[in-house]
């Protein structure tokens, strides 16, 4: 058996690391906590979970997908769950899709945003998608 082993130049070591923000704290304290997407991605192990990156910022947020093992409370509905829904809502797609199509959905959207807010009900997840316009009106 061959490989092919390729030379890994060294990553640029003045870029600063992603910052994992506690979004659910963020929102005990303002009501709302929004992240524009432009990666989001999606681990399936004992601990399923979403990860939604801001680039730019470099800040990112994990949403898990399902309690952890230790929870004791699990009446609720998991974060990533309900991000999943909030994603079909968004995208206005329905039926039984994959974790990755989801994120496929996100990714392929050049400006999306994911909004966790703080209702009387409870935690509301929205996926808010601002388009573009192709041409600026003219003015007469």
Same mark, same amino acid.
């Given at each position: 058996?061959?490989?092919?082993? /390729? &030379?890994?130049?060294?990553?640029?070591?003045?870029?600063?690391?992603? =910052?994992?923000?506690?979004?659910?704290?963020?929102?005990?304290? !303002?009501?709302?906590? &929004?992240?524009?997407?432009?990666?989001?991605?999606?681990?399936?192990?004992? =601990?399923?979970?979403?990860?939604?990156?801001?680039?730019?910022?470099?800040?990112?947020?994990?949403?898990?997908?399902?309690?952890?093992?230790?929870?004791?409370?699990?009446?609720? %509905?998991?974060?990533?769950?309900?991000?999943?829904?909030?994603?079909?809502?968004?995208?206005? !797609? !329905?039926? %039984?899709?994959?974790?990755?199509?989801?994120?496929?959905?996100?990714?392929?959207?050049?400006?999306?945003?994911?909004?966790?807010?703080?209702?009387?009900?409870?935690?509301?997840?929205?996926?808010?998608?601002?388009?573009?316009?192709?041409?600026?009106? =003219? /003015?007469?």
């Amino acid at each position: 058996m061959d490989f092919e082993l /390729k &030379i890994n130049e060294p990553e640029d070591t003045n870029e600063p690391p992603i =910052q994992w923000a506690k979004w659910y704290e963020e929102v005990k304290e !303002h009501t709302e906590y &929004i992240i524009k997407v432009d990666r989001l991605t999606f681990r399936d192990n004992e =601990q399923p979970v979403f990860f939604a990156v801001n680039e730019a910022e470099k800040v990112g947020i994990s949403i898990f997908a399902a309690h952890h093992p230790n929870a004791v409370f699990t009446d609720a %509905t998991p974060h990533g769950i309900r991000l999943a829904n909030a994603i079909g809502r968004a995208f206005n !797609h !329905h039926g %039984t899709v994959s974790a990755d199509e989801l994120c496929d959905l996100v990714n392929n959207h050049d400006n999306a945003s994911i909004c966790v807010k703080k209702t009387e009900k409870g935690i509301l997840w929205t996926v808010v998608l601002v388009k573009k316009s192709a041409s600026k009106k =003219q /003015k007469k």
